[in-house]
């Protein structure tokens, strides 16, 4: 038994240490606890729900489903479900418009 052992067993002290099992669950940890975690944003290629579309671009979820009724927007049904998602691409180029030309 080394001396960190020994110190355990006077103190109480039993579990798995900082290396070990429960040390990968500190990124669980950080995103209940608000602080910021390490998520890419979605790029021009990617498919995002309304949702966060509307997040990312600054519009709220019934302007993009107008957009959509309107066909200004293309949007895409998962696998013939109720999920739509759109190309976050498509949503700037159809949503956001060069301040010289407003």
Same mark, same amino acid.
């Given at each position: 038994?080394?001396?960190?052992?020994?110190?355990?067993?006077?103190?109480?002290?039993?579990?798995?240490?900082?290396?070990?099992? +429960?040390? *990968?669950?500190?990124?669980?940890? #950080?995103? &209940?606890? /608000?602080?910021?975690? %390490?998520?890419?944003?979605?790029?021009?290629?990617?498919?995002?729900?309304?949702?966060?579309?509307?997040?990312?671009?600054?519009?709220?979820?019934?302007?993009?489903?107008? +957009?959509? *009724?309107?066909?200004?927007?293309? #949007?895409? &049904?998962? /696998?013939?479900?109720? %999920?739509?998602?759109?190309?976050?691409?498509?949503?700037?180029?159809?949503?956001?418009?060069?301040?010289?030309?407003?």
């Amino acid at each position: 038994m080394n001396a960190q052992q020994e110190a355990r067993d006077r103190t109480g002290e039993r579990g798995a240490s900082k290396s070990g099992p +429960r040390a *990968a669950s500190s990124y669980g940890n #950080a995103r &209940r606890q /608000g602080r910021p975690t %390490a998520k890419k944003a979605p790029t021009d290629g990617h498919f995002v729900s309304l949702v966060v579309a509307a997040e990312l671009v600054g519009v709220s979820v019934k302007t993009l489903r107008r +957009r959509i *009724a309107a066909h200004v927007l293309p #949007a895409y &049904r998962l /696998g013939g479900g109720r %999920a739509i998602r759109v190309n976050l691409g498509e949503v700037r180029d159809a949503l956001l418009i060069p301040y010289d030309e407003a």
